[in-house]
């Protein structure tokens, strides 16, 4: 059973960082791409950035392109999402997905990923 838990959400100002952390369990995690996706109040659940099996390539939507950063330590079976100069429209429930193949790169659509963790929120304040 594949088990996905984030952390590392809170409260933060505008213009501050966050790191969020999602720990995978149940398979062998350095096989698969993983994916990180938020959800806003109100609104649908979007793609933010994804990251290939080996760490090598990494995607991300043009909303957050150049302020937050994915990253994974396979040795740790754990995925990042470092998310700097932050903005109160950044504030969402964010998820880390897992497809159940292996992809050369990294899906980016939710309908790819079979595993969700259950989200954690991101409050970010003017």
């Known amino acids: 059973q594949v088990q996905l838990v984030e952390s590392g959400g809170g409260l933060v100002q505008a213009g501050g960082s966050l790191r969020l952390s999602c720990a995978a369990s149940g398979r062998t995690f350095s096989a698969y791409a993983m994916g990180w996706f938020r959800q806003a109040p109100g609104k649908e659940r979007e793609f933010v950035g994804a990251?290939?099996?080996?760490?090598?390539?990494?995607y991300y939507a043009d909303s957050v392109k150049g302020r937050f950063t994915i990253s994974r330590d396979n040795g740790k079976n754990t995925m990042y999402l470092q998310m700097n100069s932050l903005k109160p429209e950044d504030t969402a429930a964010y998820y880390c997905?897992?497809?159940?193949?292996?992809?050369?790169?990294?899906?980016?659509?939710?309908?790819?990923?079979?595993?969700w963790g259950k989200g954690t929120l991101v409050t970010v304040s003017i």
């Open positions: 990251i290939s099996w080996t760490g090598g390539s990494t």
């Open positions: 997905a897992a497809p159940d193949v292996p992809y050369t790169g990294a899906p980016r659509t939710q309908s790819a990923m079979t595993y």
